[in-house]
């Protein structure tokens, strides 16, 4: 299966205390990253944002670009690491869509998209 680079963008996420993007660079690869500028946020909200904000944008490797991600907050997890774990459909800019899970590593500020059934 498939994951991509991601492109972060320095923003703060508008209105979620504790809640800051990460910085990086995108260029496609085998893993998704970045890393947090800030004391990563803890709600269920910001860490869903976390992980669309700084997944929209990034390349596919056939050059299609995430337009867009949803993911549904009944099915965000934290395990070992600790690791935010959450179901999402990323929509690309020639109008495919996949779903997969978004991650995010706190440790490193590591995160992934990864397609499933790609």
Request: net charge positive; proline share 8%.
């Given at each position: 299966m498939p994951t991509w680079k991601v492109p972060a963008v320095i923003a703060v996420c508008a209105g979620l205390a504790g809640?800051?993007?990460p910085a990086g660079s995108s260029t496609p690869a085998s893993q998704v990253s970045a890393s947090a500028s800030a004391p990563p946020c803890t709600t269920a909200?910001?860490?869903i944002?976390?992980?669309q904000d700084t997944l929209v944008g990034t390349a596919a490797k056939d050059g299609a670009a995430f337009t867009k991600f949803t993911c549904s907050p009944s099915s965000l997890k934290v395990s070992a690491g600790p690791t935010y774990t959450v179901k999402c459909t990323a929509y690309y800019s020639d109008g495919m869509t996949a779903r997969g899970t978004g991650n995010w590593l706190l440790k490193t500020g590591d995160v992934t998209f990864v397609p499933s059934g790609v």
């Amino acid at each position: 299966m498939p994951t991509w680079k991601v492109p972060a963008v320095i923003a703060v996420c508008a209105g979620l205390a504790g809640c800051a993007s990460p910085a990086g660079s995108s260029t496609p690869a085998s893993q998704v990253s970045a890393s947090a500028s800030a004391p990563p946020c803890t709600t269920a909200a910001c860490v869903i944002t976390e992980i669309q904000d700084t997944l929209v944008g990034t390349a596919a490797k056939d050059g299609a670009a995430f337009t867009k991600f949803t993911c549904s907050p009944s099915s965000l997890k934290v395990s070992a690491g600790p690791t935010y774990t959450v179901k999402c459909t990323a929509y690309y800019s020639d109008g495919m869509t996949a779903r997969g899970t978004g991650n995010w590593l706190l440790k490193t500020g590591d995160v992934t998209f990864v397609p499933s059934g790609v």
